[in-house]
Antibody, heavy 124, light 112 residues
């Protein structure tokens, strides 16, 4: 059974970067894309981006210029860095498993399972 | 404006049947992408409830069912139980400018 455990700083100052890491336990790490999703009261659930074991990434165009995603295959971990944060980036951030690399129907992807979530507050 | 529109809230008494709708915005109409549903209990991460419009993952009770017709999808819950009180979200793919996965605004289910 695949389990995702995530961590990162819970309080970030405006204009500074937000950094989160997600570790994948069990199942196939190399066989899937792995996504970041955030949830805020104002914008609801928002897909941020995804990465696979080789470092191939896709991002939400609305956040693409501020996002860096990375992968550590030796630890089965993915990381997210979001730069130039503002109060609007305050949210609970989740990692989640996306679609298999060999999927021919990736647009119909769903997210399962999810990490436990990390509340990130942007405040001076 | 969200590509997927859900009612903010629904309610029902124990044992009753409720439905939650998820309507696609015009920019995504006709795309025919699958709709998936998630249940989020208070203080927890969303959990996959229905995938591919009408499929239940292992462990999800058959009281939960999904359907899709044209530009609308629905989640039905029969035999409502107190433990079903949660937020429910639909999710699909947005083929417009964003070209990314999108979620509905969520529906709060209250069990009376």
């Amino acid at each position: 059974q695949v389990q995702l455990q995530q961590w990162g700083a819970g309080l970030v100052k405006p204009s500074e970067p937000l950094s989160l890491t997600c570790a994948v336990y069990g199942g196939s790490f190399r066989g899937y894309y792995w996504s970041w999703i955030r949830q805020s009261p104002g914008k609801g659930l928002e897909w941020i981006g995804e990465i696979n074991h080789s470092g191939s990434t896709h991002s939400n165009p609305s956040l693409k210029s501020r996002i860096t995603m990375s992968v550590d295959t030796s630890k089965n971990q993915i990381s997210l860095k979001l730069t130039s944060v503002t109060a609007a980036d305050t949210a609970v951030y989740y990692c989640a498993r996306s679609y298999p690399l060999d999927s021919s129907d990736w647009r119909n992807n769903w997210f399962d399972p999810w990490g436990q979530g990390t509340l990130v507050t942007v405040s001076p | 404006q969200s590509v997927l529109t859900q009612p903010p809230s629904v309610s029902g008494a124990p044992g009753q049947r409720v439905t939650i709708s998820c309507t696609e915005h015009s920019s995504n109409v006709g795309a025919g992408y699958d709709v998936h549903w998630y249940q989020q209990l208070p203080g927890t991460a969303p959990k996959l409830l229905i995938y591919g419009n009408n499929n239940r993952p292992s462990g999800v009770p058959d009281r939960f069912s999904g359907s899709k017709s044209g530009t609308s999808a629905s989640l039905a819950i029969t035999g409502l139980q107190a433990e079903d009180e949660a937020d429910y979200y639909c999710q699909s793919f947005d083929s417009s400018l964003s070209g990314s996965w999108v979620f509905g605004g969520g529906t709060k289910l209250t069990v009376l």
